[in-house]
């Protein structure tokens, strides 16, 4: 039998309230054996990037279970997003593959990558590929502070937690000419 999960709409985009979130559809999961997930976003108009990767790394973990993840009821808007993100199957970098051709516009997909140093460096050199495809990336002080980020990022995962497998979620603020990260 699946299991319908109903995915709360956000209130705001602080991080205590997304893990609080995130916690609560952990513990219901995890007291089921369900081989099967149902996303259900019937009620939910728009998420926020923090809550979106913490739930990408529970689907992730639900998978590795061998669990079947789907996603239904998104609206038209979301459902751009999600695809804009690849949301929920995310962009899996851990083979050494480059795909990024495509994604050229502000939300890049969530994205796995192994958290082995060899791994890592070409993962990170796609990453920053795609990210300095953007217009407003431009300059060789402004590319040498995006390097410095997700390289710092990715280490950080890499050095400070036994996984395999990191993740990373970029989005570039066209209007605010900001990077952001989760």
């Known amino acids: 039998m699946a299991l319908v999960l109903p995915i709360p709409s956000p209130i705001s985009d602080s991080l205590g309230e997304s893990f609080y979130k995130l916690i609560q559809i952990s513990k219901i999961?995890?007291?089921?054996?369900?081989?099967e997930i149902i996303l259900d976003y019937s009620n939910t108009g728009y998420q926020f990037g923090t809550f979106l990767t913490g739930l990408f790394m529970l689907i992730k973990d639900w998978e590795s279970q061998g669990r079947k993840i789907v996603a239904k009821n998104i609206n038209g808007n979301l459902k751009a997003y999600f695809d804009s993100i690849r949301f929920p199957e995310g962009l899996d970098l851990t083979d050494g593959s480059v795909f990024f051709?495509?994604?050229?516009y502000a939300n890049l997909p969530?994205?796995?990558f192994?958290?082995?140093e060899n791994e890592r460096e070409n993962s990170i050199d796609t990453?920053?590929?795609?990210?300095?495809?953007q217009d407003s990336i431009t300059g060789k002080d402004r590319r040498n502070v995006i390097s410095y980020f997700i390289s710092e990022i990715t280490n950080n995962i890499a050095d400070h937690s036994d996984c395999k497998n990191g993740m990373i979620f970029v989005k570039i603020e066209k209007k605010e000419?900001?990077?952001?990260?989760?």
């Open 29 to 35: 999961v995890n007291g089921r054996e369900d081989a």
């Open 101 to 104: 051709d495509k994604y050229t």
């Open 110 to 112: 969530l994205i796995t």
């Open 114 to 116: 192994s958290t082995n």
């Open 127 to 133: 990453i920053l590929q795609s990210i300095f495809k």
């Open 177 to 182: 000419d900001l990077l952001t990260s989760v």
